[in-house]
């Protein structure tokens, strides 16, 4: 019995032996810290640690704290981690480090100063973060400030915020010390120097915008709130039950009248052709040329009378795929605008621009408070923050743009769109302004919204936007048997009413709605190589004839529906 005793004490010895050799483990036996601290409150730190180890480590982590940058290791292979708001830099060995090393560290550290309400600044030197895992014997730091100050250091430690016993002396611009104590492991040293205000050049610092932007922000979207309710707002449009088209607006004017696009001139030179004005010619080439059957005088609107005049002023045959039809066009479009901007809008009404202008605006202040935490505290900062904005408000007007466009199923080129999401998104993940840049997009979204229909309308405005409607809804409602009564009514039927249907987005679905009904030759569209049977058929002839005309490089293309 007495034998068993003394062995369960031997083995007790044994395990308290081994506790204690592992708490006189792994220990920082020196650390070294040289800080030279910049005009702007920034410093750059070199760091030399000698570290003992109790056993052999494959990975060895040294802690660095938070908000560093330009981190680097002399004379080895590290990577840098960043968790809960620290970074690491870790060393790794295969073959596993023992004994007693020294690793010489460097990195730069912000957002070092903080102002009281009696504009003193106090600066935070990090000598020691609180995330290293073994205990520190001494810790020996100098600290060279940019210019001469008469406050005396105060140093603090992680624990409790209690403080440490230090012997530090101050020589010229530098504070220099030593711990008089072993650090524990997990345990912060800080110095802290309070400075008079105005010792440190905070007009450049890093985050220095975070406030004004805020404010402007928050002005500036209750401010395009208020634009849009007060001068863009439209109530929704009545819709009354109609099988026609609205009186007195073409095919090619549909888009525009809603508000969810241009005037197409390839849609006006169709409806030219139904009513027989001219008659569309495909060659066996593919070209598409117009063919005048008859003059036009002034039963058609004057811009559409000077487009007809221009294109068969040299012959009765003109190229319909060509630059200068899409240059007479574009003259018939802009004259169309105005004629229908005089009687759809209100004069009171307010501009779209400015509305998406203060958008853009918000997303540009979003670039400028991500940039300006992402750039150095440079004296000339503010003139590389200022191409930032710019360039964020010219993204934004783009992003607008290519909302709309994406909403009315158009295809002008949205690489300016996504250059500008990709910039910001990463803005966004490294600038640490991700609530900001989500408002920014969500306030983009809005103003293409609210903006998408044009300026605050008349009641003929309105009225014509809910006949347009009301004549969609009737086409989308048709079925094949309503359509084949309407055939036996007018062979012509679907030819006449295709250029509308095309214009609001709908060519596919009524040419589908005819199924396999055999059709009847079209009256104004021909060519020696146009074969179809189904309306379908023909559908996909117009839609390439179509995309020829406006010059698209795909093979066909059509309106959003809206």
Not at 126 to 155: I, N
Not at 200 to 217: A, K
Request: hydrophobic residues 45%; charged residues 20%.
């Amino acid at each position: 019995m007495k034998r068993l005793v003394r062995l369960l004490l031997m083995a007790l010895t044994v395990v308290l032996c081994a506790i204690a050799a592992s708490a006189e483990g792994t220990a920082v036996t020196s650390l070294n810290v040289a800080c030279t601290v910049d005009r702007y409150g920034d410093y750059d730190a070199v760091v030399t640690a000698e570290i003992a180890f109790a056993e052999a480590q494959e990975q060895v982590e040294l802690p660095l704290g938070a908000n560093v940058k330009d981190v680097s290791l002399d004379g080895g292979d590290m990577s840098l981690e960043r968790r809960d708001g620290n970074a690491y830099l870790l060393v790794k060995n295969s073959a596993g480090t023992e004994g007693t090393k020294t690793y010489t560290f460097r990195y730069q550290k912000t957002n070092n100063i903080t102002v009281a309400e009696n504009k003193t600044q106090s600066l935070q030197v990090e000598l020691l973060c609180a995330q290293w895992q073994w205990g520190v014997d001494s810790v020996q730091f100098a600290v060279t400030m940019p210019k001469e100050f008469e406050a005396s250091p105060l140093f603090r430690s992680g624990y409790y915020g209690e403080d440490v016993v230090v012997s530090s002396s101050v020589e010229s611009l530098t504070i220099q010390g030593t711990t008089t104590k072993a650090l524990l492991d997990r345990e912060s040293l800080t110095l802290a120097l309070t400075l008079p205000a105005g010792y440190f050049r905070l007009r450049n610092v890093l985050g220095g915008l975070n406030v004004p932007v805020l404010i402007l922000v928050g002005l500036l979207t209750a401010l395009g709130a208020g634009y849009w309710y007060l001068t863009l707002r439209n109530p929704r449009p009545k819709e009354r039950p109609r099988k026609l088209s609205p009186d007195g607006v073409s095919a090619w004017e549909f888009a525009y009248v809603v508000g969810c696009g241009a005037p197409d001139p390839a849609l006006l030179a169709s409806e030219w052709a139904g009513l027989g004005y001219l008659t569309i010619y495909v060659n066996q080439r593919g070209r598409v040329f117009l063919c005048g059957r008859m003059p036009m005088s002034n039963e058609r609107r004057i811009c559409e009378l000077r487009a007809f005049e221009a294109l068969f002023r040299r012959d009765d045959t003109c190229s319909g795929d060509t630059p200068r039809f899409r240059k007479i066009g574009a003259q018939a479009t802009r004259a169309d605008e105005r004629f229908w901007n005089r009687r759809l809008f209100q004069k009171t009404s307010g501009s779209p621009l400015v509305l998406q202008a203060i958008a853009a605006l918000i997303f540009g202040l979003s670039w400028l408070r991500a940039a300006d935490y992402l750039m150095p505290a440079w004296s000339m900062r503010a003139l590389l923050l200022l191409p930032v904005l710019v360039l964020g408000i010219l993204g934004g007007m783009a992003t607008q743009k290519t909302v709309q466009d994406v909403a009315r199923k158009g295809h002008e080129s949205r690489t300016a769109a996504f250059l500008t999401l990709l910039i910001a998104v990463l803005l966004a993940q490294f600038g640490g302004g991700w609530p900001m840049a989500l408002l920014s997009l969500l306030v983009l979204g809005l103003s293409a919204a609210g903006t998408f229909r044009g300026g605050k309308r008349t009641a003929f405005g309105m009225d014509l936007a809910g006949q347009v409607n009301a004549f969609r809804r009737y086409l989308k409602s048709s079925d094949t048997h309503h359509l084949q009564l309407m055939l036996h009514q007018d062979s012509q039927y679907f030819y006449d009413v295709l250029p509308y249907a095309e214009a609001l987005g709908m060519g596919s679905r009524f040419a589908r709605s005819f199924a396999n009904i055999q059709m009847e030759p079209c009256a104004w569209l021909e060519g020696e190589r146009i074969r179809y049977q189904t309306a379908l058929e023909f559908y996909e002839i117009y839609r390439e004839v179509l995309g020829k005309m406006r010059g698209t490089h795909e093979r066909s293309r059509q309106h959003g529906e809206f």
